[in-house]
Each structure stands twice: as C-alpha cells, then as structure tokens.
C-alpha cells in the first residue's frame, strides 16, 4: 500500500524559506495517473490547497501563494518537495504532502503530516 | 475572487440524517467540478470520503453519499452515529490544474 512520509525541518525564521520532502514508499511516483502535491492547515482552521507536479515536471500553484511556491519532484529518490519562500507567522501550518488522481481529480493518499513553525 | 462555501458547523442527532453542502460564490457547482468530500478528525489527516460526486472512497460506509442538490454538491449522512463527529471539507476541481477546498464544516452528533 503506498504511503507518504514528509520531512523537513519544524521551525522556520521569519523571511527565510521552508523547505519540506515527502517520500513516497510502497508504489511508484512515475504515474501518468497522479499527481503530488502539498495541502497545510493554520492552526485551528481549514485546508488550503498549496500545489501539485505531474511526474512530467508540470506545476500548478494555487494562486495565492504562487509567487512564493516552488514544487519540484525526483523521481530517482521517489520524492517531492515544497519551497516556500519568504515566510511569515502566517505561514505556520500542519503540511500535508497528498497524492491526487488525475482521472476523478481527488486526492486519495495522504501523509499524516508535518508541523511547522514560523518563529524567530 | 471564487470561494467555496460551506456550512461553518451543523448538528445531527444520532440516528438522524443531515446533509451538508459545497457551493461556489457566482457560479454553479457540476460535476466538472469533481467534488470530493474528506473526514476530519482533530489530529488526523483527512480521509477521503466521497470522489467525482458520487463515488465512495475504499472502506465508507454506504451511510455516506454525495450528489449534487441544486447548485451545490451535497454530502449525505443517513443513521448519524457518535464517531461521525467530525470536520468535513469538500474540494472542487476549478480546472486549469487548480484546486479549491471549502472552509470545512464542524459536525456535531448530540
């Protein structure tokens, strides 16, 4: 059963760049049926989309935020990473790294998360 | 700017039915929009529900439907029972790559 496993580190400075990996183990990211990518939840509030990247290369960004979102995906190492720059309190967040069927566009897997914190 | 709406929170009583519902400000919901539905439970993350409107997820109960009422997608619990107290959101496929998720709705079974 494939899972997915974010990392990275859990306390960030105001300004600087969060940087997360999520590795996909029990399957393959090389799916023409998939997508990867990232969702968060502020604390106490609700989901925000942030991306995904088709094993392709192809991005797509949620508006609010593509100015300072980068996805990007090694498939050799089976995993994929969020960069988000210039980061504020904002910012702190659970993030999530999903996986989404490209056919009936939802997003059926899962990691159980990452806590990050914007703080100096 | 386009906002998925839901209900902030909802009350069922428990054997009772209540259907919670996804709408887009302007703009109808249809399933070109592939609504899908998700359970929250507070330190978890979400589990898929319901896809392509109708469709349930591996291992739902057939307690939980979806369709589209209206010009909203619909998120249908029959028989409520007390684990079903939880968060749901819904996520609408706005085309172009781009994914919505609704503000979430706070169920309670009481």
């Known amino acids: ?13 105001p300004s600087e760049t969060l940087s997360l990996t999520c590795t996909v183990s029990g399957g393959s990211i090389s799916s023409s049926s998939y997508y990867w990518g990232w969702v968060r939840q502020s604390p106490g509030k609700g ?3 942030i991306g995904n990247i088709y094993d392709s290369g192809s991005t797509y960004y949620n508006p609010s935020l593509k100015s300072r979102v980068t996805i990007s995906i090694d498939t050799s190492k089976k995993q994929f990473s969020l960069i988000l720059s210039s980061v504020t309190a904002a910012d702190t967040a659970i993030y999530y790294c999903a996986r989404t069927y490209y056919f009936y566009s939802y997003m059926d897997v ?11 | ?44 993350a979400p589990r898929p529900l319901i896809y392509s409107t109708n469709i ?55």
């Open chain 1, 47 to 49: 989901l925000e989309w």
């Open chain 1, 1 to 13: 059963q494939l899972q997915l496993q974010e990392s990275g580190p859990g306390l960030v400075k």
């Open chain 1, 110 to 120: 899962w990691g159980k998360g990452t806590t990050v914190t914007v703080s100096s």
């Open chain 2, 1 to 44: 700017q386009t906002v998925v709406t839901q209900e902030p929170s909802f009350s069922v009583s428990p054997g009772g039915t209540v259907t919670l519902t996804c709408g887009l400000t302007s703009v109808s919901v249809s399933t070109s929009n592939y609504p899908s539905w998700y359970q929250q439970t507070p330190g978890q």
């Open chain 2, 56 to 110: 349930r997820s591996s291992g739902v109960p057939d307690r939980f439907s979806g369709s589209i009422v209206g010009d909203k997608a619909a998120l249908t619990l029959a028989g409520a029972q007390a684990d079903d107290e939880s968060d749901y959101y819904c996520v609408l496929y706005m085309g172009g790559g781009i994914w919505l998720f609704g503000g979430g709705t706070k169920l309670t079974v009481l």
